[in-house]
T-cell receptor, first 109, second 112 residues
Framework: AQRVTQPEKLLSVFKGAPVELKCNYSYSGSPELFWYVQYSRQRLQLLLRHISRESIKGFTADLNKGETSFHLKKPFAQEEDSAMYYC???????????FGTGTLLAVQP | ETGVTQTPRHLVMGMTNKKSLKCEQHLGHNAMYWYKQSAKKPLELMFVYSLEERVENNSVPSRFSPECPNSSHLFLHLHTLQPEDSALYLCASSQAGGNEQFFGPGTRLTVL
């Protein structure tokens, strides 16, 4: 079965501290993984995708097929990073996205 | 208006009412989606339309009826809903086969 697991509902860190938001997936084929973010009072939007291997707003995520993980990392958290982060898996021909339950990142000053 | 818009933004309805949610995208996409976001549950895909054809129906009860009259518009017709259907309903669009889905602001639905 296709599934995305985000074990942490809330992650609270101080400004300047490293951040790692965990995501594990279950998928039988070659997965495409994404991180979406929702800032307060804004709509859900794409943050980054694994195939691009890009760094967006200082965030990176590496697909680890051996551990079936796609953790989101940032070396130094900023207050403006506070948001809800969703890991998502795309599977099948219909472009369907399967989302995790989300992790609320709170960056304290 | 640019991007993906949804109307109404808030809706309160009784269990016997019939209402419709509307989604419009101005991005030239050809795939559209309905998602349901309930408290403490992951975003759940409800329906996918690609090139105006429904290609996915994720075991959604028949009291939810989607309609996609053209590639820019998507509706979700609601009738005889239950209180547990109260949730945020999100619309999204993308290019068919494309990587990124663009989301609307959602409609907050409350069923009394």
């Amino acid at each position: 079965a296709q599934r995305v697991t985000q074990p942490e509902k809330l992650l609270s860190v101080f400004k300047g501290a490293p951040v790692e938001l965990k995501c594990n997936y279950s998928y039988s084929g070659s997965p495409e993984l994404f991180w979406y973010v929702q800032y307060s009072r804004q709509r859900l939007q794409l943050l980054l995708r694994h195939i691009s291997r890009e760094s967006i707003k200082g965030f990176t995520a590496d697909l680890n097929k051996g551990e079936t993980s796609f953790h989101l990392k940032k070396p130094f958290a900023q207050e403006e990073d506070s948001a809800m982060y969703y890991c998502a898996l795309r599977g099948g021909a219909t472009n369907k996205l399967i989302f995790g339950t989300g992790t609320l990142l709170a960056v304290q000053p | 208006e640019t991007g993906v818009t949804q109307t109404p933004r808030h809706l309160v309805m009784g269990m016997t009412n019939k209402k419709s949610l509307k989604c419009e995208q101005h991005l030239g996409h050809n795939a559209m989606y309905w998602y349901k976001q309930s408290a403490k549950k992951p975003l759940e895909l409800m329906f996918v339309y690609s090139l105006e054809e429904r290609v996915e129906n994720n075991s959604v009860p028949s009291r939810f009826s989607p309609e996609c009259p053209n590639s820019s518009h998507l509706f979700l017709h609601l009738h005889t809903l239950q209180p547990e259907d109260s949730a945020l309903y999100l619309c999204a669009s993308s290019q068919a086969g494309g990587n990124e889905q663009f989301f609307g602001p959602g409609t907050r639905l409350t069923v009394l």
